[in-house]
């Protein structure tokens, strides 16, 4: 356990490099699955993204079963660089809770979670790829840069003002108010289609409910208003450890607008959890302004072996006319 948390904070601590976010023409959200993404919504760009999800719960151990619903709000806000993005997630859940000996409801901020997400490397940035006008092979053979990902780093703070009894603790264990969140984000691009996003997370540093965390999480577009994903997602702490998958759809409604629908099953029985349930993303982009991006056009020898081969194609081309 100790060995991985100073991996992933080695990771978060890597060389940092300057960048620029990508503002998309359509609404690029989380939803819906739980992965985050690691371009910023852009610059003064006003983001929600929030769910209703029906949540079953029983344990074969302890011989309980709980059912209600999970409602989660999310804000990402573009401030001060086009890479950087500000974020809150929250979550509340009400279930109806019954075993052998009690039978209660249960309603409390499940997650209360404040951070800050920056895009540290991005593998398109100055790179423009160029169609070969005289091979359609050479166009569409596998292209390793798709292999290389854009990278951001999160840091974040999980509040807990109310009793949470949704952490699987004992009741004896008092889970503090205050404790840090630490995330590595990649996001690779296979063609138009495929995105593959990978978050590893060091969760709750420093307490009793500390853990590692990751979500993998594949999305295909299948035309300009729908995409599919399926996920897993996996936690190994000291109490709770467990491997989740989800599979779901988006559409979008129009570039600002996307409606989704989910559903969840996770691998143990102890417990046993099964959630479903529908979300919306709007995005408010009024106040945004196109960033220029200066492209970089290389050293005066970079441009005078560029100068130098244009010449020589010409006089190649010249003489085959002749």
């Known amino acids: 356990m100790k060995s991985l948390q100073t991996l992933l904070v080695l990771g978060l601590l890597s060389s940092f490099q300057l960048t620029n976010a990508q503002f998309t023409d359509d609404i690029n959200s989380n939803r819906p699955g739980r992965s985050m993404m690691a371009f910023s919504v852009g610059k003064s760009v006003f983001q929600t993204e929030t769910g209703i999800n029906y949540v079953n719960e029983d344990h074969n151990t302890l011989d309980y079963k709980a059912s209600g619903f999970m409602a989660e709000f999310d804000l990402r806000w573009g401030l001060f660089f086009e890479q950087l993005e500000l974020i809150g997630e929250f979550q509340y859940q009400n279930d109806s809770y019954t075993s052998d000996i009690i039978d209660?409801?249960?309603s409390a901020l499940k997650k209360t979670l404040f951070g800050a997400k920056y895009l540290v490397y991005d593998p398109f940035k100055n790179y423009e790829e160029k169609p070969n006008l005289y091979s359609w092979k050479a166009n569409h053979r596998f292209k390793w840069r798709q292999m290389i990902p854009a990278v951001a780093v999160y840091g974040g703070v999980n509040l807990n003002f109310s009793d949470n009894p949704f952490n699987f603790a004992p009741v004896d264990i008092e889970e503090p108010k205050i404790?840090?969140?630490?995330?590595l984000i990649a996001q690779n691009h296979f063609g138009s289609r495929w995105v593959l996003v990978t978050n590893i997370a060091y969760n709750k540093i420093g307490t009793d409910f500390a853990s590692i965390d990751y979500i993998l999480t594949l999305t295909r577009g299948f035309n300009k208003?729908?995409?599919g994903f399926i996920e897993n997602q996996g936690f190994m702490g000291d109490y709770y450890s467990d491997g989740v998958f989800r599979m779901g759809a988006a559409y979008l409604f129009n570039k600002d607008m996307q409606i989704d629908a989910s559903i969840g099953k996770n691998l143990k029985g102890t417990?046993?959890?099964f959630t479903g349930g529908i979300g919306f993303s709007w995005r408010f982009t009024k106040n945004y302004k196109e960033v220029?991006?200066?492209k970089d056009n290389g050293s005066k020898m970079d441009k005078k072996m560029k100068k130098k081969g244009e010449k020589e194609?010409?006089?190649r081309k010249d003489a085959v006319e002749e």
């Open 104 to 106: 209660k409801n249960r």
């Open 179 to 183: 404790s840090p969140k630490a995330m």
């Open 225 to 227: 208003q729908w995409s």
């Open 271 to 273: 417990p046993n959890l």
């Open 292 to 294: 220029k991006i200066e």
């Open 313 to 315: 194609a010409k006089k």
